[in-house]
């Protein structure tokens, strides 16, 4: 794809692209590894969303009808796990690969060696959790949180599951300290911090926040492997131990997760709003301390997801006032993108209607998010549908959105093709419809009463939840076509110009569309004019 | 059927968005949260409806402003793109409102919090253990405790593919064969705990759930004001039949409740005595169904064929189809295996006589095996 229009002064790169399997094996390139990093998300996406279908379709009426209740749980389980590991943070990665040093103005990715076994790791590890759906036993089942003793009982999935999580970490932990050396090191003349795309910000702050978490989710696995199969008792209460402390150390990393999944889709909506309002971001300045903020708290607030295990008064009072002052970073970047629109010039492609209905959706998500840091209501809405609404509105209308504007946005400069618009605009309206239909009607059935992760319910839930499915099936379907537009793309279509956007502004618009194999080989210079546009 | 509740739910869907953003509450629809039965669960629903407006009229706001922008400052209106892009007021301001706001809520939060811990003076306290999956409820002061299963109709109904219409059975899911009876206005003080894996207990009329977790007691406390059946479920994923293990909670008069605690000693009497008596194999027979159907379906599965992998098969197993197999059958039972709970505490010698007896000559496996209730009380 790549072979298209490549500018006289790149002549040479053509002598040094290795061809064939070969090429995606041994990678070294920060483009073909963001390639594979894209193609292996998508890929995820299809298998995680077909394990959603399977949830909503038994949902669909009251009665077991298509699975038993084992079946049911590894399906919630390995969801939660393959669009977690296996989508929104590959998908970051690979945005990451692709634009990071084309942002910055660098040839390619500070440690390029490193970068293609952060990728590989990847295949091999969800080669492990998935091949558990073939135990005997089943698949992971005691859900993604993997609390003890419950996900203790599992069978040998167990040592996989373990072992998956372990490379999964392994991967991103590598993925983030070469994110972290290619901005600290690698920037063009002139690209100080305070000139990095927002886009840039939001990612070293990730590799940061996925740096400080990420070993606590090991240590706690490899304690649970322990107690499984050396006699350990960490979290066994007969033997001393504290099946709690399993909780408190898993969202110690849990909660900075969150954010490793949703800083990257503030970055990415950063840049698409300025870019189709005609006009700078506004408060950039305010827009990084707020990402800040909300990086430095999220290590602050992980007892919120379990208000319920029966902490000390103080204890949940702390992490209630913890968790609603979290609210207040994440209002200015709402306002900062709204007073962004305000009184500029839009034009609503696909990549700008994904940005709007991120705000207002991740913002519902958000609303619902400060519902549950209340504590004493949390006591009514922990575990029940209102969470799941809760997270899929930050997830999918959020993280998952923003990844969709981000490959419409980025597509034409790595393709350069345009994509189809008209099919674009039908998969935004499609989806966001269908998604509303899919999870508005959870919080209804959370606030009723209905606990997450059953197969089954009593009939006062049949109605919204047979919305629900309705509306999951209409979105999961609506993604086959962005797939088809995606390869649409890829294969041809109208040639863009280097800028693609007429307000696109940055380094990356500055390189021909599609851009050389190897990024910038002479550095730009960066000036005031030149960034912040 | 099937294709009117379709027409309804489209329906619904069209309507529900306006519902929801009017603040309308519509109980047959089940659209919001339940005001409850106690002083704690209505602070609670005050709590959340505050929240819910809060949220609400800032949405309506912030999204009002952006929908304008939307609509006027537009290219195709001829809109030119303002040039400024920072303004520190407007920082400072967004950040101050919000934080008044913030606190604003934190103070009625913090007040109800405080109020849910207050769990002393207690009237009568009840102790609430989760196991795989039923409830056991002690009543410390009345030296009474009883199990709580699934209601045996919609057991049978929720069986996968078990063709029975979930919307024919009484209070599909959420009925129980013992309920737990309290009184109302009297404080009661909930402890929960667990035997194997976390539970949560969770009835929404009383305004809280709380995780029961093997190796700590958790408490809480009630006061009903009204006299009524509640309903609820365990709300912690504790494995395969985590979805069927609900509860219930019969809220009555003080004169009601202490008749109730008579007749429940008054039958675990006779229960007891029943143990020092022989039985005859139909007996055994015919309450061992009943006992394996509440204690033993859910891993063993109805026919015994069990889950492999997870659970082992008892029709043909050497254990429980052999005559040689008895001692090891009974020591199961009492003591456990793994995955296998020890019946001894749970269940009387009765009953374990049945159940063992019911394996031995079910599914093809025919022992011809009697087990008395004094062969198990030899054996504990």
Redesign the interface.
Known sequence: MSEAVIHEEHHDDHDHKPTGIGRWLFSTNHKDIGTMYLVFALVMFFIGGAMALVIRAELF?????Y????FF?SMTTVHALVMIFGVVMPAGVGLANWLIPMMIGSPDMALPRLNNMSFWILPFAFALLLSTMF????AP???WTM?P??TL?L??AFPFLIFAVHFLGISSIMGAINIIATVFNMRAPGMTFMRLPLFVWTWIITAFLLIASLPVLAGAVTMMLTDKFFGTSFFS??GGG???MFQHVFWFFGHPEVYILILPAFGIVSQIIPTF??????????MVYATASIAFLSFFVWAHHMF???MP?AG??FF??AT??I??PT??K??NW???????????ETPMLFS?AF??LF??GG??G??LG????D??Y???YFVVAHFHYVLVTGAVFALFAGTYYWLPKWTGHMYDETLGKWHFWLSTISV??LF??Q???G???M?R????????????N??SS?GGFAFGFSQLLFLYVVIKCVRGGSKVSDQVWEGAHGLEWTLPSPPPFHSFTTPPQVTDATA?S | M?FN??R???L??GT??SL?WAGAVNAE??????PGVTP?SQ??YD??ML??YV??V??II??S??FW??FH????KG?????????TF??IA??IV??LI?VG??VP??K???K??QTGDADITVKITGYQWKWKYDYLNEDLSFFSVLAQDSNE??????N????SVD????NVDQPIVLPVNKKVRLLTTAN???H?W?V?AL?????A????I?DNWAIIEKEGTYR?????????????MPIVVKAVPEDEYEAWIEDMKLAQAEAAASGEREWSKDELMAKGKDLYAKNCAACHMAEGQG????FPSLAGSPIVATAEGLPDHIDRLLNGKN?MPAFGEQLSDADIAAVITFERNAWGNDTGDVVQPKDIKAAR
């Open positions: 009426q009251p009665g077991l009808q699975v038993d209740p084992v749980n135990m005997e036993g089943g089942n005691g859900g609390y003793p419950l009982q069978g040998n209460a007969a504290d099946p709690v309002a005609r006009k700078p971001l506004f408060g950039y300045e305010s319920t295990v029966g008064l949940e009072l209630m006032y609603m002052s609210a207040v209002g200015v709402i306002f709204v007073a962004t629109m305000w009184r500029g010039s839009m034009t609503f709007l705000v207002i913002s519902i609303f619902s400060l519902m209340i504590t004493p209501a006591f009514q922990h575990d029940t509303n239909v508005f009607p919080h209804f059935l606030l009723a009463g606990p992760r059953i197969p089954d319910y009593s009939v006062q839930f049949a109605d919204f047979m919305i309705i912040h | 099937f509740k379709l309804n739910c489209l619904g869907a529900m968005f929801l629809w089940g659209l919001n949260m339940t704690v602070d609670v709590l959340h929240i819910l949220v609400t800032i949405g912030v999204f402003i952006m922008s939307i400052h537009r290219k195709s809109a030119v793109a303002a040039k400024f892009h920072h303004s407007a920082e967004w950040t919000p934080v913030l809520m934190a939060a913090t109800t919090l405080i849910m811990e109904a929720r069986q996968l593919g078990s029975i219409d979930p919307a209070h599909y899911l959420l194997d894996v976390i949560a969770w929404p305004g809280w759930k709380r995780d977790i093997p190796g700590f958790n609820g479920q365990c709300a912690e994923l504790c494995g395969k039949d985590h979805g069927f889950v492999p992998g997870m995955l």
